[in-house]
């Protein structure tokens, strides 16, 4: 089973970048997916997850500005993220759940990605 999230990169203040996250080896389409984020010296935040019926959550900081979605045709989850401040920085993982539920608890996701690096300067 893998999860490949890829998508970052380098950004200014106020811009987007769309995240994709590839999964292989099994599908998810019963299993809710979910993107975290670790900025250095952090822990492990909750950003955004959606059920296995398209019912999404996302953190405060993120509401109105990110979008969580899934093709499960593609096997994919992306998340798009719009008026990006600095304080968005940090590597991106996705995640899929034990189950169908979204949570925002890491210990609720049993597969997690390597994670990709956004970068948004001021």
Not at 62 to 87: C, H
């Amino acid at each position: 089973v893998q999860l490949q999230a890829y998508g970052g990169g380098l950004v200014q203040a106020g811009g987007s970048l769309r995240l994709s996250c590839a999964t292989s080896g099994r599908a998810f389409i019963n299993n809710a997916m979910a993107w975290f984020r670790q900025a250095p010296g952090k822990e492990r935040e909750f950003v955004a997850a959606i059920s296995w019926n398209g019912i999404s959550t996302y953190t405060d900081s993120v509401k109105g500005r990110f979008t969580i979605s899934r093709d499960n045709a593609k096997n994919t989850v992306y998340l798009q993220m719009s008026s990006l401040k600095p304080e968005d920085t940090a590597v991106y993982l996705c995640a899929a759940a034990r189950g169908g539920i979204s949570g925002t608890r890491k210990d609720e996701y049993r597969y997690w990605g390597q994670g990709t690096l956004v970068t948004v300067s001021s």
